[in-house]
């Protein structure tokens, strides 16, 4: 049976997944809903996404790609949630738990729905009645636009169901891309979650004029508070250092393409926090992430203070100097 895989979201990360599928061997069929009509009509022409990585060419048939997200959802097996975590209760408002019974749910969000105060895992869990070995997670170390460049890099795919992770890998293994399985689910997203958060810090003290030496420090006790949290909620046996976790923390915190870190640059350097998302083309989640991730700690009560003061940066308007000048005498 040819697998069918489902793309839902047009950004630069859902655009470097479809590449991702689209240059794998295995015989597979795959759709691509967009909410932006321009940007179908586009890409059905030209086999480019004129907004996001527009220069790599998508080789799948036109009749594939649509506007309607429930055509899309009927056709696949896989269904591949890619849309800004604030942005998907909008996205699925028209989708019943009986158009997603029976397929597997990958999220390559990395982000915490706001409100719900839910990873994209949890959510689906309970909205749409999804059984947790139905639900698969995609993890990085990985930038949409290496992907576009085709360097080597590397993902993490997680489930509770292992042969479902490794199916779902051979699907994107690519000569560029490398895959790991991983049954930490829990584990892997709110490492996603936490580590824009951190990038967001990191971009902040870049943006003060902190240098190599104090960043290595931030992330070294991010690590470690990613470490604190992530046992707290789902204590099992897992490597901290393993690239879902740490690798995909260095990357976001140090890397030109990193929109959180953009953004936290942005803030330390006098941007108003709504100014600077007025600049971003993008979605930086770890905006959204840092006022949900307090709201969640205050059920599991560790201790996290790198996460605290972003949230104070970016919710309760603490000076980012004077915030950050606080947090140096916290960490070791």
């Known amino acids: 049976m040819i697998p069918k895989v489902a793309m839902i979201g047009g950004g630069s990360w859902a655009t470097a997944v479809v590449k991702m599928l689209s240059d794998n061997l295995t015989e597979k069929e795959i759709y691509w809903w967009l909410r932006d009509v321009q940007s179908i009509a586009y890409l059905k022409a ?7 990585l527009s220069a790599v060419e998508i080789n799948i048939p036109a009749a594939h790609i649509s506007g309607d997200i429930s055509e899309i ?29 029976g397929k597997k749910i990958v999220s390559a969000i990395k982000g915490i729905v706001p409100d719900e105060n839910q990873i994209i895992g949890e959510f689906i869990h309970q909205k ?18 290496e992907v576009a460049l085709e360097k080597l890099s590397y993902l993490t795919i997680a489930s509770l169901n292992v042969a479902a992770a ?9 000569r560029y891309l490398k895959t790991i399985t991983s049954d930490d689910i ?19 003290c870049h943006g003060l004029g902190y240098g190599d030496n104090f960043q290595a420090v931030l992330i070294s006790n991010a690590i470690r508070e990613m470490k604190r949290f992530v046992d707290a909620v789902h ?9 879902a976790y740490l690798g995909d923390l260095l990357v976001t915190a140090y890397s030109q393409f990193s929109r959180n870190r953009t953004f936290g640059n942005m803030v ?13 083309n993008m979605v930086a989640e770890g905006y959204y992430a840092a006022r949900c991730m307090h ?21 309760e308007g603490h000076a980012p100097a004077a915030e950050m000048q606080l947090l140096t005498e916290y960490l070791n």
Do not use: W
């Open 46 to 52: 030209y086999k480019h996404n004129p907004k996001y």
């Open 166 to 174: 490794k199916h779902f890998s051979g699907l994107l293994n690519t």
């Open 268 to 280: 330390g350097k006098g941007y108003t926090v709504k100014s600077a998302q007025l600049e971003m």
């Open 73 to 101: 959802i009927g056709l696949a097996d896989y269904i591949v949630l890619n849309v800004p975590a604030a942005f998907l209760k909008e996205t699925l408002a028209g989708v019943t738990p009986e158009m997603l019974r």
């Open 235 to 243: 204590p099992i046996t897992r490597d901290i250092k393993e690239s």
């Open 128 to 145: 749409f009645n999804i059984p947790l070995d139905d639900i698969l997670v995609i993890s990085g170390p990985c930038h949409a636009e």
């Open 295 to 315: 709201i969640v700690n205050k059920k599991y009560k560790v201790e996290m203070p790198v996460s605290r003061a972003v949230y104070l940066i970016l919710y």
């Open 186 to 204: 829990f584990g892997t997203e709110y490492a996603a979650v936490l580590k824009n958060i951190y990038a967001v810090a990191s971009g902040i």
